[in-house]
């Protein structure tokens, strides 16, 4: 099938549940404050899609240029406790504005904020998930943003295209919007000239990030085209369609009408799935278990679980239902998973027999470090849905 064959399937699909995700730079006026005029048709958007029977969620940036704008500040601080003061400040104001709008089409609004422990907790994370369903169920419109009101760098996203994937992720949506103030993804930086937008990437066939040059952060905003297509390879190894586009009235009717607007990401054929989903994006190594040939090919090729026979070396600190990395001698990771043992039990037992685990620590908990339940593997699935893990997350790069 061609891809343009392709991508018109895909938009043909029944869709139940969208996530719209909204950047800084959409809303937020290069004075200062918000283009009021974009939210109101950010609004309409969300209006639309209610009037069709569709679901909606609304990821939204801007309580830091917000907060900017109020108190006077030209410039984006670096310190955290100054963007924590202007994020305390600015959220008020976005929220309220969303709410004045919303409100003018009978649409209530629920508040939604999250950290990155909200998410890698899993106890949390299905806590936030029956939140959103239960705003959902009563007809309000869940706007989500980070809370960087008590963000610290453990504990961020970094920027709100990966909270959008996640929180898409999390609540099993149909569809993924990320407006932007480009109308979609280019060859190259379309301000070096000799840039040509592409209308449709197919994941099963080819990584984003391989597709194009990309490069700049918006003034405003913590993200940009990187961070986007680090986000869409995520939710294409979920097997959830994307669409970059730009942010402007009407985007959503075009879309859903099976336009090809910005650029549409066919998600991968191979795709995560239930508590899978969660393992591999929404939480973070612990540490990694260094795997030797049998059991690379063991997990990889024959669907198997990580014995302690097939560990070579153990990293990280690390408690027993922790999440890990198996990677090879190389360092190329290969699987993620729930540990059944801690990085000082791993350390005695790592290369042996499974029946000599109890003679040596005087109990077993399990046969398997990893069972093959609580393990995804990465091969096979786009390498940036798995990303590098940022600086300062647990010392683990993966």
Not at 77 to 100: M, N
């Amino acid at each position: 099938m061609g891809v343009e064959k392709k991508a018109k399937s895909v938009l043909s699909r029944p869709v139940k549940r969208v996530l719209l995700k909204v950047g800084s730079g959409v809303i937020a006026a290069s004075q200062g404050g918000l283009k009021e005029e974009m939210v109101e048709a950010i609004a309409h958007e969300i209006g639309f899609l209610r009037k069709r029977g569709v679901e909606a969620i609304l990821v939204s940036s801007g309580a830091v240029a917000c907060g900017m704008s109020i108190l006077g500040i030209k410039k984006r601080p670096s310190e955290i406790p100054k963007k924590q003061a202007l994020a305390a400040v600015g959220q008020a104001h976005l929220i309220r504005t969303y709410e004045r709008y919303f409100m003018r089409l009978g649409i209530c609004v629920g508040q939604v904020l999250l950290t990155r422990d909200d998410v890698e907790n899993r106890r949390r994370y299905l806590n936030a998930k029956s939140a959103m369903e239960e705003l959902l169920r009563m007809g309000i419109l869940p706007i989500v943003n980070e809370n960087d009101t008590v963000m610290v760098e453990e504990i961020k996203f970094g920027d709100n295209d990966r909270l959008s994937a996640l929180v898409a992720i999390m609540m099993d949506v149909d569809l993924v919007v990320m407006l932007s103030t480009v109308d979609g993804l280019y060859t190259r930086d379309p301000r070096m000239g000799n840039a040509e937008r592409i209308r449709v990437v197919d994941c099963s066939r080819a990584d984003p990030l391989d597709v194009c040059e990309v490069e700049g952060v918006s003034a405003l905003g913590t993200g940009g085209m990187a961070s986007k297509l680090v986000a869409v390879s995520q939710l294409a190894s979920s097997g959830i369609p994307a669409v970059i586009a730009k942010g402007e009235k009407g985007v959503m009717e075009r879309i859903l009408s099976g336009e090809l607007v910005g650029t549409l990401f066919i998600p991968a054929a191979k795709r995560v799935m239930g508590k899978k989903r969660w393992i591999a994006f929404a939480t973070h190594p612990a540490g990694r278990l260094v795997i030797d040939d049998g059991a690379y090919a063991a997990i990889v090729k024959g669907g198997k679980s990580l014995l302690p026979t097939g560990v070579v070396d153990v990293e990280g600190k690390f408690d027993r239902g922790d999440v890990v990395s198996c990677v090879t001698v190389d360092g190329r990771e290969v699987a993620r998973g729930l540990t059944n043992y801690s990085v000082e039990e791993l350390s005695k037992i790592k290369g042996l027999k499974t029946f000599e685990i109890e003679s040596v620590l005087g109990y077993k908990h399990s046969d398997e470090i990893i069972h093959r339940d609580n393990m995804v593997v990465c091969e096979g699935i786009l390498d940036s849905a798995f990303g590098g893990v940022a600086d300062g997350d647990k010392g683990i790069r993966t």
